[in-house]
């Protein structure tokens, strides 16, 4: 399938922000994903987000790893720096830009299969070393490449399309983030932009590791044996002609709710998720009650929504390891090589 791109053309009387871009110069190319797919709604609101927050486009970093939700870099920020790296990987990579210029913003995005089970290692460091990074993970709870496994965030109890039973505990990322040193740490959902748009907004203006886990429904999966939907049903009546895969068209599911309540969504499967959004009497500074909360409402449950935790005196990798404040593309040679003595100074030091 071909598709055209976006055109480059913009009426004269598109807003502007306070450095210049209409909220069109942070769009990217038309996305590939099944219609409906929440992972949309998270590229519409990092859209939002980075204009609202008046970003320089060529002053982002965006770095990926493998999955739905690592080909999003490429429907946001069209003009920005991009790196799509392999499976689990995306934060060293992402720490090792950072290091070497500290001057740009890294946005991390990743999905439930990619940081939860292959890249799990990778994301307890980048979190625990503080990388200054806003850390977005897709989170669908399957492997939608691969046609709808359960992923490391599904929970126990519940059923794939083919009626098969997960039985092993889920990995809860934002539990995992506040327990290995993460300073800012949110959940949302994606078919909320309202709630999502100003937690991606603080997080960007957060210096430390920021991390926002959001729920975002998977549309794909009619998939069963016995559907004349279905993957192999498809492609057993079209083998001659073609190869095709059908995917049934879905809305966006969208959602509105009143800080302080629980409420139910339903997805395109039939199944259901209890969001319970936090509200202002909620204090999100104390580590031990925010772990607390979390695990509270998971025995109910329910998927706490919000801002979960943050230190407000958070600092972030540079400060532990007190790099030069220059990036390094600006250093000159004697800059970059100090010389022998300098070596040796630091070889002691080791000993």
Known sequence: MTYLPKPKFHHPSLARNAVGYTRRDYEGK???????????????????????????PHRVAKLSGIGCSSKTPDYFLGNSHGFNSVHGRMPSVLTGANLANRDLLYLGVSGDGDSASIGLGQFAHVMRRGVNMVYIVENNGVYGLTKGQFSATSDRGSKSKKGVVNNDMAIDLVTVA??????????????????????????????????????????????????????????????????????????TIESRQTPGTTQSIRLHDGGEVLLHKVDSTYDATDKAAALGAIASHQQRGEIPTGLLYLDP???????????????????????????????????????
């Open 313 to 351: 005196a958070a600092s972030d990798l540079h400060d532990s390891l007190n790099t030069v404040a220059q990036p390094f593309n600006t250093l000159n040679a004697r800059e970059l090589s100090p010389g022998a003595g300098s070596l040796k100074k630091i070889n002691d030091g080791l000993r």
């Open 178 to 251: 506040i327990s290995l040193g993460a300073t800012f740490v949110a959940r949302s959902f994606s078919g909320d932009k309202e709630h999502l748009v100003p937690l991606i907004c603080a997080a960007i203006r957060h210096r430390g590791a920021a991390i926002i886990d959001v729920i975002s429904p998977c549309v794909a999966f009619n998939n069963h044996d016995g559907s004349s939907k279905s993957y192999d049903y498809v492609r057993e009546h079209n083998e001659v002609l073609n190869r095709l895969d059908f995917m049934p068209l879905r809305e």
């Open 30 to 56: 038309i996305s590939t994903l099944c219609a409906g797919c929440g992972h949309d709604s998270i590229s519409a609101a990092i859209i939002q987000a980075a204009w609202e927050s008046d970003i320089e």
